[in-house]
């Protein structure tokens, strides 16, 4: 297969039978990016784990220091006091069950879903239209909290939800090539 010059002289710079340690892997990185746009650098990871034992799940959420270099669009089901902190940090639409309802019609423009423990119950009949997409809430990653409005500030600072997929591999976006080594 042919390819471009771009990607030829990048491809030069990179060693197949080396291993790389992390940060000259990463200026490496930096250095082969060539694309028009923003390219999204991620870390794939195989655990060695079997996910089919409980005790062997690996799941859970990291802030990025820098963010991931995306615009987050968060919504919050919550009521009362949970409802303004969740408006105050930023969410983009704030509600409880006519929230629940819309969603239920289809309505799944956004990124990460939070809410609060007393909504989880009405919040679960969701689980057929969430659950497939990746944005049903989930006490381990930080998404059903009683502070809703730090849940919404860490979503939109970069909070990133990592957890195993079938083959036992951690699929996570680390950053953007343009933030450097």
Do not use: W
């Given at each position: 297969?042919?390819?471009?010059?771009?990607?030829?002289?990048?491809?030069?710079?990179?060693?197949?039978?080396?291993?790389?340690?992390?940060?000259?892997?990463?200026?490496?990185?930096?250095?082969?990016?060539?694309?028009?746009?923003?390219?999204?650098?991620?870390?794939?990871?195989?655990?060695?784990?079997?996910?089919?034992?409980?005790?062997?799940?690996v799941?859970?959420?990291?802030?990025?220091?820098?963010?991931?270099?995306?615009?987050?669009?968060?919504?919050?089901?919550?009521?009362?006091?949970a409802?303004?902190?969740?408006?105050a940090?930023?969410?983009?639409?704030?509600?409880?069950?006519?929230?629940?309802?819309?969603?239920?019609?289809?309505?799944l423009?956004?990124?990460?879903l939070?809410?609060?423990?007393?909504?989880?119950?009405?919040?679960?009949?969701?689980?057929?239209?969430?659950?497939?997409?990746?944005?049903?809430?989930?006490?381990?990653?930080?998404?059903?909290?009683?502070?809703?409005?730090?849940?919404?500030t860490?979503a939109?600072?970069?909070?990133?939800?990592y957890?195993?997929?079938?083959?036992?591999?951690?699929?996570?976006?680390?950053?953007?090539?343009?933030?450097?080594?």
């Amino acid at each position: 297969m042919k390819h471009g010059k771009k990607y030829t002289d990048a491809a030069k710079l990179i060693e197949s039978s080396k291993t790389y340690d992390p940060s000259e892997a990463l200026e490496l990185c930096c250095k082969t990016a060539t694309a028009k746009f923003d390219e999204t650098v991620e870390l794939h990871v195989r655990l060695g784990v079997d996910s089919r034992h409980a005790d062997q799940q690996v799941r859970g959420a990291v802030v990025l220091p820098n963010g991931t270099g995306k615009n987050v669009r968060v919504i919050a089901i919550a009521k009362g006091d949970a409802a303004k902190a969740a408006e105050a940090a930023g969410a983009q639409e704030v509600g409880d069950d006519d929230l629940i309802a819309k969603i239920a019609g289809g309505y799944l423009d956004f990124d990460v879903l939070v809410t609060t423990p007393d909504m989880m119950g009405r919040v679960g009949r969701l689980g057929k239209v969430l659950g497939p997409r990746g944005l049903m809430p989930n006490p381990k990653a930080g998404t059903v909290t009683p502070d809703v409005g730090k849940a919404v500030t860490d979503a939109k600072a970069g909070k990133i939800e990592y957890r195993l997929d079938k083959q036992n591999i951690i699929h996570v976006p680390i950053g953007k090539a343009s933030f450097g080594a």
